[in-house]
């Protein structure tokens, strides 16, 4: 059982669930215009309606409160809350202030992401993460997004999955913007988006008072098979801080969490990009490792490692048919929630929060009218098995679930479902799933 001040919370991002991405003066962000594109989502959907939180944000607090979580994490849209001029936008900055005040008359403590993938389409045009003053325009959004939110908020996420903005917006093209960067444009971006990390870390401790902050990278760490072999232990430990130059680089821990948490890139980074090494500064250094509360960390799956004949390091393939969630990259290790905050607390000494960890499920409404998903009952159940066992060792402070709703799920649309609230997008009908009254069950009890 997890200790009594333990963080239950539920995770949205603003793209996936407001909707109303033309009302109040927002203005055209990266995934409205890549959503125009043929063939970029699965189901050619997008974020104009989907949960239409934007409208009914009254009624989904009443959802968290019914559920019982004590914190909410959600994301503002950049998009809302500035206009194309980099002026303030009143009505957009309203809309989340109602949105705080709501949670807090439930006791409900609003966690703020800063930066969950919506950047401006008239920011990314100026170059985006290519863009060296794109840190001064962050520091400017953070600085009218925290004088705003003055009172209401004080625990903020700077920006979210990182790796995910570079490898899959920027290597693999398949999210927004789609703009394909080669290895040097890759680690210049990069340096640029720890920098806006800083710089929103320095304008919140002076903005806002008792802050907490932390940054929310994702990862897939290595799991030993056999958990009682040390040795195994130790050499997956040093694969998920590995740091090299290959295809899949940018999704790497170490090229981002190294220079925030440990104030400097590692040994190995500079070794293995010194050819293409972006400018790097001892000033950058100092803004990039402002001190943090918090590890937070996204967590689905990880991988199974073995030791070979020759006790070398191989990674477990899955056999056919083993339990996976329904999109591809989701097989079901529960231990990842075990190790993979064992090692971010060996190598940077800092309390652990799960902010986002979920199950993709094919949910369907059955014949009684309810969404069975004893899939993603077990998930959270054996997962957080594992997070109570670390739990034990090591400060872990948090969990949040992902989603409270099936969403705009990025490239995927609207065809996979993490929530544990069912969306019909014929009426936009919410029904709790089976899922929902289990993880009420959960956080009533104080874990499993």
């Known amino acids: ?31 409205d215009s890549f959503t125009k594109i043929k063939g970029k989502i699965l189901d050619s959907t997008d974020g104009s309606i989907v949960c239409d939180s934007y409208i009914k944000y009254k009624d989904d607090v009443k959802l968290l409160h019914e559920l019982g979580v004590n914190a909410y994490r959600f994301s503002i849209a950049w998009t809302r809350v500035i206009d194309e001029n980099n002026d303030p936008n009143q009505k957009g900055l309203d809309y989340y202030i109602n949105l705080c005040r709501e949670l807090i008359k439930y006791n409900i403590k609003p966690v703020v992401t800063l930066y969950h993938w919506d950047m401006p389409k008239w920011l990314d045009d100026l170059g985006g993460f290519l863009n060296d003053n794109i840190s001064d325009y962050f520091m400017h959004y953070t600085d009218i997004v925290t004088k705003a939110l003055n009172g209401l908020v004080s625990d903020y996420i700077t920006i979210n999955e990182p790796q995910c903005i570079m490898f899959l917006g920027h290597r693999l093209c398949v999210h927004a913007p789609g703009t394909y960067y080669d290895d040097k444009d890759m680690l210049h971006a990069i340096h640029n988006l720890l920098l806006c990390h800083g710089k929103a870390v320095k304008v919140i401790r002076k903005n806002v008072k008792n802050s907490t902050v932390g940054f929310a990278p994702c990862s897939r760490p290595p799991v030993p098979s056999d958990r009682l072999n040390k040795d195994l232990e130790k050499k997956c430990f040093d694969k998920y801080f590995e740091l090299k130059r290959e295809s899949e680089y940018p999704n790497l821990v170490p090229i981002y969490s190294d220079p925030i948490f440990l104030g400097d890139y590692s040994k ?29 960390q996204n967590f689905y799956t990880g991988n199974y490692y073995s030791l070979d004949s020759n006790n070398n390091l191989v990674k477990d393939e899955f056999y056919p048919g083993y339990p996976e969630g329904n999109i591809d990259w989701l097989q079901v290790v529960p231990e990842t929630l075990y190790y993979g905050p064992k090692f971010l607390y060996e190598r940077y000494k800092k309390p652990i929060i799960i902010s986002e ?14 969404v069975h998903d004893s899939e993603r009952i077990d998930y959270i159940n054996r997962y957080l098995i594992e997070l109570d066992k670390i739990a034990k060792e090591i400060p872990v402070k948090g969990y949040f679930y992902w ?32 899922s929902y009254y289990e993880y009420s069950k959960i956080i009533k009890k104080g874990g499993i």
């Open 1 to 31: 059982m997890f200790n009594k001040d333990f963080i239950f919370g539920c995770a949205t991002a603003s793209y996936q669930i407001e909707g109303s991405v033309d009302k109040d003066g927002k203005t055209e962000s990266i995934w």
């Open 268 to 296: 190995e980074y500079y070794e293995e990009f010194k050819d293409i090494l972006p400018n790097i500064t001892k000033e950058d250094l100092e803004l990039i490792s402002q001190p943090l509360d918090y590890i937070y």
């Open 357 to 370: 960890n979920g199950f993709c499920n094919n949910d369907v409404i059955f014949l009684d009218g309810k």
């Open 403 to 434: 989603s409270l709703f099936d969403n705009f799920e990025w490239n995927s649309g609207l065809r996979k479902r993490f929530g544990l609230v069912y969306i019909n997008y014929k009426n936009n009908e919410r029904i709790k799933k089976d």
